[in-house]
């Protein structure tokens, strides 16, 4: 298989790496090139191109069996979401006109559901984002499903939920700095619930998606078991050692959050029972046991 992916980043990284040690010729774009060395380290052939500019897209040679969109905003807020995948998921659909490409699979975010009653979300529930940066992601995923529907090329969408792994976790990260804090949001003493994925696991979900899934079809990549915030700060600091943070102060005004404060439990059957995949780490237990592990060997190197 000749596969291109777009946005070779953290998660992409991981995909490739996975890909090309199954037999597969990995193509792998990003601004930047290969600065570091870990796309050639990882089997991937860099490409240096901006998704943006429709030129670099040309200049990307051959066709795919599979491209997959894991481009991020790089942080950026709702000018940088509307030029990067909005803009971006034009630029590919238009591309892949001239093109032969077997399929597009498109890496799309949880945050895309604003449920708050801490009800099950599948991918048939509503979505109805507060944000603008969600109402762009859904927009987003409204490209590639169009054009799926008019023919252009098989599209398919995955709803990712909060990343982590080796370098990453927003919420360990704010644990381990003591800037972490137990929200008591949504009228629960444990604050919301949280949904979250190792890396790696997202890597297995979008090949399983990409080399089994039915086209035009979307799914949620989460692992198996959603937590409270506050039990998953009881549990770092049970496990570390370290102090639990404390209670959040009452917001003053409303969250600045690009998530929102969602209350919610993220799904994940459809891509287990439809395309027969398990999580390598069903939950958090297991996906920090490795972090944990080097904080208590080696307080503060984590
Ligand atoms: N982090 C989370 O918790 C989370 C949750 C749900 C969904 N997601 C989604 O998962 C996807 C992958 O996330 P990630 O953590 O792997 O992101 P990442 O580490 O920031 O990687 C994204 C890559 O995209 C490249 N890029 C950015 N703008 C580009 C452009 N205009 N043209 C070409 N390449 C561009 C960046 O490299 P250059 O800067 O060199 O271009 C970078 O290598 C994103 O769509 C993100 O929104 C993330």
């Not at 980043?9 to 990003?30: F, N, Q």
């Not at 895309?112 to 762009?136: I, N």
């Not at 398990?278 to 060997?297: H, L, T, W």
Request: aromatic share 6%.
């Amino acid at each position: 298989m000749r596969i291109l992916i777009v946005g070779c980043g953290y998660v992409g990284l991981a995909l490739g790496r996975r890909l090309s040690s199954s037999g597969a010729e990995v193509l792998g774009l990003r601004r930047q090139g290969d600065p570091d060395g870990a796309m050639a380290a990882a089997g991937i052939q860099p490409l240096c191109g901006d998704l943006t500019q429709p030129a670099d897209l040309e200049a990307i040679p051959g066709d795919f069996d599979a491209v997959v969109c894991a481009v991020s905003s790089s942080r950026g807020g709702a000018e940088a979401y509307r030029e990067v995948y909005l803009g971006g998921a034009r630029n590919l659909i238009e591309w892949a006109r001239h093109r032969r490409v077997g399929r597009m699979v498109s890496v799309s975010s949880t945050s895309v559901y604003s449920q708050t009653d801490g009800s099950w979300v599948t991918e048939d529930s509503p979505v109805e984002p507060a944000g603008e940066t969600g109402r762009l992601l859904v927009a987003t995923e409204q490209v590639f499903t169009e054009a799926h529907r008019a023919g252009l090329v098989a599209t398919q969408i995955v709803r990712v939920a909060g990343i982590y792994g080796p370098g990453r976790g927003h919420l360990f990260q704010q644990f381990l700095a003591g800037q972490a804090r137990r929200e008591q949001s949504q009228g629960q003493n444990q604050g919301r619930w949280i949904n979250m994925i190792h890396r790696d696991d997202v890597a297995s979900a979008l090949e399983a998606v990409m080399l089994r899934g039915d086209p035009g079809r979307t799914y949620n990549a989460v692992d198996d078991e959603p937590v409270l915030q506050g039990a998953f700060l009881e549990f770092l600091a049970q496990e570390t050692g370290l102090p639990l943070p404390p209670v959040a102060e009452p917001m003053a005004g409303p969250s600045t959050r690009k998530r929102g404060t969602t209350h919610k439990r993220v799904s994940n059957r459809r891509l287990s029972e439809e395309l027969g995949w398990k999580p390598r780490f069903p939950s958090y237990r297991e996906g920090y046991a490795a972090d944990i592990a080097a904080c208590v060997a080696n307080p503060g190197a984590v």
